[in-house]
């Protein structure tokens, strides 16, 4: 089954633990987006990449950190630093066409940080 | 500063009845509006955009910069219609932000 697997689905950690999710795909796409959904607050970019070894922060970057060493990975490292990280993270990617990209989306992540 | 609203959190209407999702946005250069939708236990996917024109399971949406709309529309709405709707905005870039979701329910 081909597109963007992340793992794990659910997490539990400790207060003060870093964590990171894990985001792959194998639809050859240039562009990689972090996302996260909270209730009532639709979806909110945390990272985005547009090429290897490049990133950018979104609107809500405190917290978070990326990497983009691969095309085909995308990891997203939740920091101690990050005040509220119980949430829902989705993993995206992207064709890298000048418009009209569709956006394709991962499962999801539960972080339920205790 | 760019931003997606969707006004409402929830829409419900009756099978057979017209609906309308809301999307407004707020960007200074020339915008690429998308709908996404999320049906009950799948992942989160496009539903249509607006350089394309098209209609996808009799949705439309027209892109109107005067009023930075892009709101959705179907004319008969039908039960499997009812699901999570999310309007997103492409800026430069690849820079995709989303609003916040509207919930539509369709009552039988």
């Known amino acids: 089954d081909g597109g963007i697997t992340q793992s794990p689905k659910y997490l539990f950690r400790k207060e003060g633990q870093n964590v990171t999710l894990s985001c792959e795909q194998n639809l050859n796409h240039d562009a990689m987006y972090w996302y996260r959904q909270d209730p009532g607050q639709g979806l909110r970019l945390i990272y985005y990449s547009q090429i290897v070894n490049d990133f950018q922060k979104g609107d809500i970057a405190e917290g978070y950190s990326v990497s983009r060493e691969k095309k085909e990975s995308f990891p997203l490292t939740v920091t101690s630093a990050q005040k509220n990280p119980t949430a829902f993270y989705l993993c995206?990617?992207?064709?890298?066409?000048?418009?009209?990209?569709?956006?394709?989306f991962g499962e999801g992540s539960w972080l339920t940080v205790v | 500063a760019q931003r997606v609203t969707q006004p409402e959190k929830l829409l419900s209407v009756f099978k057979g009845a017209p609906v309308e999702l809301k999307c407004n946005y707020s960007?200074?250069?020339?915008?690429?509006l998308f709908w996404y939708v999320q049906y009950s236990r799948q992942r989160l996917q496009l539903l249509l955009r607006h350089i394309s024109r098209e209609s996808i399971k009799g949705f439309t949406a027209d892109l109107n910069k005067g009023e930075t709309s892009f709101h959705l529309k179907k004319p008969f709405a039908q039960e499997e219609d009812s699901a999570m709707y999310y309007c997103a905005l492409r800026t430069g870039g690849f820079k995709t932000i989303f609003g916040a979701g509207t919930r539509l329910f369709v009552k039988a």
């Open positions: 960007y200074s250069g020339s915008p690429e």
């Open positions: 995206a990617s992207s064709m890298a066409l000048s418009s009209g990209n569709t956006i394709y």
